[in-house]
């Protein structure tokens, strides 16, 4: 029975293979789109507070190759929640992207540098640092022209890791491609 349960299980993954169609990432490939999704700010001070909202964006993806892509987002998260007032993370990054460009589910994981201004109650003003991205991202190609997916992104801020120990981002994406 267990032989069996296996060759049913090979047959579903080979099916679904057969089914899917490719990607077709190519070089110069040009992708904008928007970004929305949950913040979670760690802002440690006399207290530790953990700030949430909600997170909006846009994010470009230019071909370098079918593999490797040059990214720049840019977004805004609001969090209200978790501080006595409305703070703000503001985030304009610029890196690469290496896309494993294999069916219609397209994974993708990032690196990416850049600058952050941060606002609001716990950060005491306003206060501007460098910092970077690491990011990891799941999209399904409908056509050539349009994909939707999920992403997870962690920043990190250079110059004030003890304050701001954690920047987590996890989005929603949808892009319009255009140049294959």
Do not use: C
């Not at 899917?20 to 992708?31: D, I, K, L, M, P």
């Not at 703000?88 to 993708?108: E, F, I, K």
């Amino acid at each position: 029975m267990r032989a069996g349960v296996g060759w049913v299980g090979l047959a579903l993954v080979a099916a679904a293979v057969a089914v899917s169609g490719r990607a077709h990432a190519v070089e110069r490939e040009n992708q904008l789109g928007l970004e929305l999704g949950l913040p979670m700010l760690v802002a440690q001070g006399k207290s530790t507070n953990t700030l949430s909202g909600g997170s909006f964006g846009l994010h470009y993806t230019y071909g370098i190759t079918d593999a490797v892509n040059l990214v720049a987002d840019g977004g805004t998260s609001l969090m209200p929640w978790g501080a006595t007032s409305l703070s703000t993370t503001s985030n304009l990054d610029v890196g690469v992207a290496y896309v494993l460009d294999v069916l219609r589910w397209v994974p993708w994981g990032a690196v990416e540098a850049g600058g952050y201004a941060l606002t609001g109650n716990p950060v005491g003003g306003t206060q501007i640092l460098p910092g970077f991205a690491l990011a990891v991202g799941l999209d399904y190609r409908f056509d050539r022209s349009w994909a939707a997916g999920l992403e997870l992104r962690q920043h990190m801020l250079f110059t004030d890791v003890s304050t701001f120990p954690s920047f987590t981002q996890a989005l929603l994406r949808v892009g319009y491609t255009w140049g294959w």
